[in-house]
């Protein structure tokens, strides 16, 4: 059923692919409002942390006991507006992706296809989904200062996706007129947005192991004041990582079963799949440096991000500069 309907070359709604595009930059919008909101956050955070140093401090040069007390409001202050900042940058990040996923929706009903056949929609479910994964995984207080790292990429990524490699509502290429075509991409997109969290988690461990908690020093301690202890961050990173590393496992095997359908092989060392392969590897290493105490964090963190960054490589330098059996960038 889902290949008749992809071959059936279905006229493209214009209309209908004007609103996703609408909704598109709508999401975009609430997304910047998002990042503003967890900056926003971020800054307040900081100060809180430092008043509460400052207490510290004041207590031990013999304050009274009611000025210990005023001072302990005024933290609570503090922290409570930090907790609504971060309630607004969830409220921004829902209210943005529900219109995200709503271009998706209504590309797909304009094009009568999935909406992932180019570079463009692959970058915009990407992104979707790696929201999905940043809001299932950051929903503990202790990971709300994460949300500027999550959102900065994906602001990129989309503001890219939706200028230099936007595409016109159009019909697949009948290479993509498949069966797999579905299953294959929505997997590896959906391994590769629960990876952007954990890059996100494995580059804050590196800066929070740098500046150690409580003895930030320098022009970064502002930056990394916020962040939460090392080996939370690390975990975290681990996690998703053990989360995403077999769906994305999955999208490779599956991919490899439809090149046997399409070209009669299930590898070819196309450059696609060396690209793929290589940051699979890179994965693989990281789980396991992670696993061995030999290796230790800091080491297997780098790892970690060497891997998203091939991915981010293959989805852009691989698609756009070299030519393969797997160009289907809709650039043309």
């Not at 009903?109 to 809001?135: D, H, K, Q």
């Not at 602001?155 to 509502?169: D, K, R, V």
């Amino acid at each position: 059923m889902i290949t008749a309907i992809l071959a059936q070359g279905l006229p493209v709604d214009e209309n209908l692919a004007n609103y996703s595009d609408l909704a598109y930059r709508t999401a975009f919008g609430l997304y910047a409002l998002a990042l503003l909101a967890s900056v926003v956050y971020y800054a307040g955070f900081r100060v809180q942390k430092t008043a509460t140093r400052e207490l510290v401090a004041t207590d031990g040069e013999g304050l009274t006991e009611s000025s210990s007390i005023t001072d302990t409001g005024d933290e609570e202050t503090s922290s409570t507006r930090g907790a609504g900042w971060a309630r607004i940058t969830q409220l921004f990040v829902c209210l943005a992706f529900v219109f995200h996923v709503g271009s998706l929706v209504v590309r797909a009903l304009a094009i009568g296809r999935f909406p992932w056949g180019n570079m463009y929609e692959f970058i915009s479910v990407t992104c979707a989904l790696g929201v999905v994964a940043a809001l299932v995984f950051l929903r503990k207080p202790a990971f709300q200062v994460a949300w500027p790292f999550v959102l900065v990429p994906v602001l990129l990524l989309l503001y890219f996706g939706g200028t230099h490699l936007y595409s016109e509502a159009a019909p697949v290429v009948p290479a993509l007129q498949s069966f797999w075509f579905p299953i294959h991409v929505s997997i590896v997109s959906l391994g590769s947005g629960i990876f952007l969290v954990s890059g996100v988690a494995s580059v804050l461990h590196l800066i929070r192991v740098w500046q150690p908690q409580g003895e930030e020093k320098g022009w970064a301690a502002g930056l990394a004041r916020p962040l939460p202890q090392a080996d939370t961050l690390d975990r975290l990173a681990y996690r998703t990582a053990v989360i995403a590393f077999p769906i994305f496992s999955v999208g490779i095997i599956l991919g490899a079963v439809w090149a046997e359908s399409a070209w009669g092989r299930f590898w070819g060392w196309d450059p696609k799949e060396t690209v793929s392969f290589i940051s699979w590897v890179l994965y693989a290493v990281y789980l396991h440096a992670r696993a061995t105490s030999g290796w230790g964090p800091k080491r297997a963190s780098w790892i970690n991000i060497a891997g998203f960054l091939v991915l981010i490589f293959n989805l852009f330098f691989i698609n756009i500069v070299i030519s393969g059996l797997h160009s289907y960038a809709g650039l043309n």
